[in-house]
Protein backbone atom coordinates (compact mmCIF):
# COMPACT_ATOMS: atom_id res chain seq x y z
CA UNK A 1 0.00 0.00 0.00
CA UNK A 2 1.49 3.42 -0.88
CA UNK A 3 1.78 6.34 1.87
CA UNK A 4 0.17 9.51 1.19
CA UNK A 5 2.03 12.09 -0.31
CA UNK A 6 4.03 13.56 2.17
CA UNK A 7 7.10 15.53 0.00
CA UNK A 8 10.56 16.66 1.81
CA UNK A 9 13.28 18.35 0.02
CA UNK A 10 17.13 18.59 1.89
CA UNK A 11 17.51 21.65 3.43
CA UNK A 12 20.26 22.85 5.62
CA UNK A 13 20.99 20.08 7.89
CA UNK A 14 17.86 18.44 7.80
CA UNK A 15 14.58 18.26 5.20
CA UNK A 16 12.01 20.87 4.62
CA UNK A 17 8.12 19.75 4.35
CA UNK A 18 6.97 20.57 0.86
CA UNK A 19 3.84 18.88 0.89
CA UNK A 20 1.92 16.73 3.48
CA UNK A 21 1.50 18.92 5.99
CA UNK A 22 -1.62 17.84 7.43
CA UNK A 23 -1.12 14.56 7.88
CA UNK A 24 2.55 15.11 9.23
CA UNK A 25 0.41 17.34 12.25
CA UNK A 26 -1.60 14.34 12.68
CA UNK A 27 1.38 11.96 12.81
CA UNK A 28 2.56 13.93 15.08
CA UNK A 29 -0.66 14.32 17.21
CA UNK A 30 -0.62 10.33 17.13
CA UNK A 31 2.47 10.57 18.97
CA UNK A 32 4.44 8.65 15.55
CA UNK A 33 7.86 9.31 15.85
CA UNK A 34 8.98 8.60 11.99
CA UNK A 35 6.49 9.14 9.09
CA UNK A 36 7.61 7.97 5.57
CA UNK A 37 8.17 10.60 2.94
CA UNK A 38 9.57 11.15 -0.45
CA UNK A 39 12.37 12.73 -0.44
CA UNK A 40 12.99 15.05 -3.90
CA UNK A 41 15.73 17.47 -4.16
CA UNK A 42 14.34 20.72 -5.32
CA UNK A 43 14.99 24.44 -6.09
CA UNK A 44 13.08 27.17 -4.03
CA UNK A 45 10.45 27.92 -6.54
CA UNK A 46 9.59 24.05 -7.58
CA UNK A 47 9.10 23.67 -3.80
CA UNK A 48 6.75 26.85 -3.59
CA UNK A 49 4.94 25.60 -6.85
CA UNK A 50 4.75 22.01 -5.20
CA UNK A 51 2.86 23.12 -2.36
CA UNK A 52 0.63 25.41 -3.80
CA UNK A 53 -0.86 23.01 -5.82
CA UNK A 54 -1.50 20.77 -3.16
CA UNK A 55 -3.10 24.22 -0.94
CA UNK A 56 -5.31 24.91 -4.21
CA UNK A 57 -6.59 21.22 -4.26
CA UNK A 58 -7.06 21.30 -0.63
CA UNK A 59 -9.11 24.57 -1.34
CA UNK A 60 -9.04 26.46 2.14
CA UNK A 61 -7.43 29.25 1.23
CA UNK A 62 -8.88 32.58 1.11
CA UNK A 63 -9.12 35.11 -1.83
CA UNK A 64 -6.19 36.51 -0.79
CA UNK A 65 -4.14 33.99 -0.12
CA UNK A 66 -4.39 32.36 -3.56
CA UNK A 67 -3.57 35.66 -5.58
CA UNK A 68 -0.58 36.31 -3.13
CA UNK A 69 0.59 32.83 -3.71
CA UNK A 70 0.07 33.05 -7.58
CA UNK A 71 1.64 36.34 -8.17
CA UNK A 72 4.66 35.71 -6.33
CA UNK A 73 5.08 32.78 -8.40
CA UNK A 74 4.49 34.62 -11.75
CA UNK A 75 6.93 37.19 -10.53
CA UNK A 76 9.35 34.91 -9.10
CA UNK A 77 9.30 32.42 -12.51
CA UNK A 78 7.93 34.71 -15.13
CA UNK A 79 11.08 35.24 -17.08
CA UNK A 80 12.87 32.21 -16.34
CA UNK A 81 10.41 29.09 -15.44
CA UNK A 82 7.35 29.99 -17.05
CA UNK A 83 8.56 31.92 -19.98
CA UNK A 84 6.69 34.59 -19.85
CA UNK A 85 3.81 32.64 -20.20
CA UNK A 86 0.62 32.75 -17.75
CA UNK A 87 -0.23 29.97 -19.73
CA UNK A 88 2.39 28.08 -18.94
CA UNK A 89 1.70 29.14 -14.91
CA UNK A 90 -1.97 28.10 -15.33
CA UNK A 91 -0.69 24.88 -16.74
CA UNK A 92 1.76 24.22 -13.68
CA UNK A 93 -0.64 24.95 -11.06
CA UNK A 94 -3.68 23.33 -13.01
CA UNK A 95 -5.76 26.45 -13.05
CA UNK A 96 -6.73 27.79 -16.46
CA UNK A 97 -5.34 31.53 -17.53
CA UNK A 98 -8.30 33.18 -16.91
CA UNK A 99 -8.02 32.44 -13.14
CA UNK A 100 -4.18 33.10 -13.34
CA UNK A 101 -5.01 36.38 -14.99
CA UNK A 102 -7.97 37.29 -12.46
CA UNK A 103 -5.28 36.61 -9.73
CA UNK A 104 -2.53 38.83 -10.76
CA UNK A 105 -4.87 41.72 -11.70
CA UNK A 106 -6.50 41.59 -8.21
CA UNK A 107 -2.89 41.59 -6.46
CA UNK A 108 -1.69 44.49 -8.76
CA UNK A 109 -4.64 46.13 -7.99
CA UNK A 110 -4.61 45.72 -4.00
CA UNK A 111 -0.83 46.47 -4.34
CA UNK A 112 -1.77 50.14 -5.85
CA UNK A 113 -4.86 50.88 -3.90
CA UNK A 114 -2.82 50.59 -0.87
CA UNK A 115 0.20 52.28 -1.97
CA UNK A 116 -2.26 55.12 -2.78
CA UNK A 117 -3.45 55.07 0.56
CA UNK A 118 -0.46 55.10 2.26
CA UNK A 119 0.85 58.42 0.28
CA UNK A 120 -2.14 59.92 1.33
CA UNK A 121 -1.40 58.94 5.06
CA UNK A 122 1.92 60.45 5.26
CA UNK A 123 1.09 63.88 3.37
Known amino acids: MRDD ?7 DDGF ?3 A ?14 EIRAEV ?23 SQEVEDVIYDL ?4 KDTRYNSSKENLAKMLGLD ?8 DAKEARE ?9 TSQ
Not at 5 to 11: A, D, G, I, M, Q
Not at 40 to 62: Q, W, Y
Not at 97 to 104: A, E
Request: proline share 3%.
Open 16 to 18: QLI
Open 112 to 120: RLGFKCAER
Open 74 to 77: WIKG
Open 40 to 62: CPMEDIEAEEKSAVENFHRGDLT
Open 5 to 11: NKTVRPY
Open 20 to 33: GERRFRAAKILGWK
Open 97 to 104: RRTINKNI
